[in-house]
T-cell receptor, first 114, second 112 residues
Framework: GAGVSQTPSNKVTEKGKYVELRCDPI?????LYWYRQSLGQGPEFLIY????????DSGLPNDRFFAVRPEGSVSTLKIQRTERGDSAVYLC????????????FGEGSRLTVL | LAKTTQPISMDSYEGQEVNITCSHNNIATNDYITWYQQFPSQGPRFIIQ???TKVTNEVASLFIPADRKSSTLSLPRVSLSDTAVYYCLVALRDTGRRALTFGSGTRLQVQP
């Protein structure tokens, strides 16, 4: 498809488990963002990639969260030792990069930690 | 980062014009004002962006006064499908230099 694709759309896991969430951005978009959204709240910034490198990871809540984008396209958000408080919708967005203010969001991956 | 303040919620009826105002007193010279719309179970969607005066597209208009300390998103003749959360963001237009920060948004409820 032409849009941002996120998988899985839903993930239920148990506390303490490891989780990976995948984002496939729009082809050619150099900028990629991860956000987290809790019920009733606006999206909370986690990390931003320009190409393969993390240009800003100041939003990652702690060292259990890590994200990679090894080839400058697909990105994976990794959460270790999940906690119930990690339950949220994880949104990925991509952008053509420099010179535009428009982000294109995927539909998100809903993570539930039991 | 410039902080934005917007109403938590608004109600309207079909066919009416809706104006949502956002305050951003600390906007920087190089910042642009961007509005996003979000439906339940979907990611936010870009609506409109502007720097000053007025911008109009097929969806909405954006009014920005000379001091740029506020902005107003105007939705003409809303329909039920415009029920959504609307976010006002202030950031460099060049998103390659800074991440966009979302606030809590304005929940617009359109009734028949």
């Amino acid at each position: 498809g032409a849009g941002v694709s996120q998988t899985p759309s839903n993930k239920v896991t148990e506390k303490g488990k490891y989780v990976e969430l995948r984002c496939d951005p729009i082809s050619g978009h150099t900028a990629l963002y991860w956000y987290r959204q809790s019920l009733g709240q606006g999206p909370e910034f986690l990390i931003y990639f320009q190409g393969t490198g993390a240009a800003d990871d100041s939003g990652l809540p702690n060292d259990r969260f890590f994200a990679v984008r090894p080839e400058g396209s697909v990105s994976t958000l990794k959460i270790q030792r999940t906690e119930r408080g990690d339950s949220a919708v994880y949104l990925c967005a991509s952008s053509p990069g420099l010179g535009t203010g428009e982000l294109f969001f995927g539909e998100g991956s809903r993570l539930t930690v039991l | 980062l410039a902080k934005t303040t917007q109403p938590i919620s608004m109600d309207s009826y079909e066919g009416q014009e809706v104006n949502i105002t956002c305050s951003h007193n600390n906007i920087a010279t190089n910042d642009y004002i961007t509005w996003y719309q979000q439906f339940p179970s979907q990611g936010p969607r870009f609506i409109i962006q502007g720097y000053k005066t007025k911008v109009t597209n097929e969806v909405a208009s954006l009014f920005i006064p000379a001091d740029r300390k506020s902005s107003t998103l105007s939705l003409p003749r809303v329909s039920l499908s415009d029920t959504a959360v609307y976010y006002c963001l202030v950031a460099l237009r060049d998103t390659g230099r800074r991440a966009l920060t979302f606030g809590s948004g304005t929940r617009l409820q359109v009734q028949p």
